[in-house]
């Protein structure tokens, strides 16, 4: 069944108060549910419509419409929804329900994880609890009872504030919590067991005092700390960033340890995967530090962005992901390196969201239909949703943006609303049109942009001609021009930046300046240009395209050492690295020796030895466009040339750097030996480089690289350091002193889950032959399980997206591994079968005969049975396209 933008309509009713009672047992969960509705004004009509509540998966106790107990001839009931005629314009419906949260494994409603009960409920898990018009425009005042065996449930949470609580005779207590702000029922939340907390507080702006806590099972106590601190920096934060101020007097987090996504925003009640939770320096890395940084910090900001402000409908989606996810990095760059935070989310978004766009499931980032919302938690809802809001901040500048989200906070607050008014609330703040502009919300697919230039010495006039197409995607034949802000800066023969001046302009602008384009070919002329400049294009990468200019390696290499923009300067790098990779990607498909462009070398030689760059963006320069990458901007991607070529250039960089490396890499060492770990930007950057560096040394295979990466793994106090000491290993042929630094690893962290995944992954990203045997290998292992997300993840997820020689061998053992998992987990967890699915949507982009292994393996998923929602949509349509 598809669902459709268009057709939106209003609620006929309105819930304005909802008391929840649930009593929680170890086989069942009864839950009581009083609905304080009445018909919605803006729906009238001459008689008063039916009333359909969403229920999925309920077994209905009871039912009365202002307390006549109902009987089975007054209301239908549907596999999906409970109907009923009310008789007046307001009145009260109680039912109760009841539900089976100890044996739901699909995590969503509630469920239980290991001992506790916990929720989610975005987008449409709410319906699994209680009969309700589960749709995030119908808001409402909760309050919350919940009852449970004080022994095994001290601990009973809800949103809000906590009002009563009591005893019962038979060894049960309960709480009751009250939510003093309207929400839709995707923000409720509910949690028991029997965990601690962390406790601190926060004094906000204005001066309420906020209790913070982050509740824990008791062995996890110990790793809060960073969590905590990062909650507090969000706080402050959104209040300078954007004037927000938390509003209840608590603010709480869970962690869970069965989650299927990163975290939850629900109000006041936070509910977090653990692995977005929980950081020590002994069993996270820092790249793990910087992650739970920022999902804390998204989390926290959609108490405005999210809940304060709603969607009207699950279409907007993107108004709070997109919205929320930019404030987030914004929130990231502040706290550690804006550049190093640019340089990963580019890359992260040309890699995945690129591949997004241009595969089967392509879809705008206000999609107009869907068949599962599920599904739609993507990669163009949350980042390329994010460009598209950065991209009004750099039309707008920074204080015109802030202008607008003023506004918009402040007209919309308490409401459901759409992208359009979060887009009239940016024009009206500025008074600009951005018509055109919202082209991006509703186009899918990414542009390319070719830029070409025509420098005339005598008129001293240089041109650039810029032209935009955008490729087709599902149901969008035709795109029209896009609103394109290219941030620009041209430079002389000795580096410096010239003044721009336009055609037309009185006078030159020094530094950066933003053009915005808008039409599918469009020129822009610069006046008084003394020489022929090199442009810096697309800056800061401006906006989410395909840039095309034909630069060649010695420009680039001007520009990786001159660019005033940082972002720009690993931007030349990268470009010349993929030329030379694609080089030697061709050799390799022609059957010829291969030959790396010395350029790279000197180009990594010279960044190496300056001294004065962020250790950081060292370590970014050094690492190579990924095999995923390089697959995104193939035509047709050759899995085994790609492996290929890019292995041969990083063994010549480790064999010709080798000196310099090793310099670098026992300089970092030294100091990680003597200096406490800490979780900040400055020590994220040296061990980035100290760990890049040794991956590189190990390649050479030589013994006293060994030895330093048997040092580092058994006496390093961290995990970024041990873990990248286990990975150096495992990608080594020494076969000896990987097993046993494998056995050593797993059997000190066994208990430690998130440790665990470490280890899971770590193997599956193995590129050595037989990777899929050692994945079914390790499959069986006892901390395996495919019940838990994070595991499915950990070890099928990342062999399949990083792995991509072992995943995509020509015989098709990989596919048909992953469809076999993708069946299973169909019946178990639906929206983790659909997203695992991903990589064999991408056959586009590979060989004929993988092409019909990969169709082949997506006919076996169609004809396996009964599919959930979630996997036939993404199978269905990846076959339809
Ligand atoms: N709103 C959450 C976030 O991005 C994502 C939760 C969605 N969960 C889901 N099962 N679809 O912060
Ligand atoms: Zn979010």
Redesign the pocket.
Known sequence: KVIRLQDYQAPAYLIDETHLTFELFEDRTLVHAQLVMRRNPASEGAALPPLTLHGQELQLQALALDDRPLGGGDYQLSDESLTLQPTSAAFVIDSTVLIHPENNTAL?GLYKSGKMFCT?C??EGFRKITYYLDRPDVMSRFTTTVSAERQRYPVLLSNGNPIASGEEEDGRHWVTWEDPFRKPAYLFALVAGDLWALEDSFVTASGREVALRIYVEPENLDKCQHAMGSLKKAMRWDEEAYGREYDLDIFMIVAVNDF??????NKGLNIFNSSAVLARAETATDAAHQRVEAIVA??YF?NWS?NRVTCRDWFQLSLK?GF?VLRDSQFSADMNSPTVKRIEDVAYLRTHQFAEDAGPMAHSVRPESYMEI?NF?TLTI?EKGAEVVRMIQTLLGAEGFRKGSDLYFERHDGQAVTCDDFVRAMEDANGVDLTQFKRWYSQAGTPRLQVSEDYDASARRYRLTFRQNCPATPQQAEKLPFVIPLALGLLDGRGRELPLRLEGEAQAVSGTRVLALTEAEQSFVFVDVDTRPLPSLLRGFSAPVKLEFPYSRDQLLFLMQHDSDGFNRWEAGQQLAVQVLQELIGQHRAGEALRLDPRLLDALRAVLADAALDPAMVAEVLSLPSEAYLTEISEVADVDAIHAAREFARKAIAEALYQPLWQRYSANRELSRQTAYVAEAAHFARRALQNIALSYLMLSERAEVLEATVEQFRSSDNMTERLNALAVLVNSPFEAERDAALADFAEQFRDDPLVMDQWFSVQAGNTRPGGLERVQALMRHPAFTLKNPNKVRALIGAFANQNLVNFHQGDGSGYRFLADQVITLNALNP?IAARLLAPLTRWRKYDERRQALLKAELERILASGELSSDVYEVVSKSLAA
């Open positions: 969503e989610q975005e987008a299927n996504m990163g975290a939850m925003e998204h989390e959609h999210g992901e929320t599920s938690y949350y929206q």
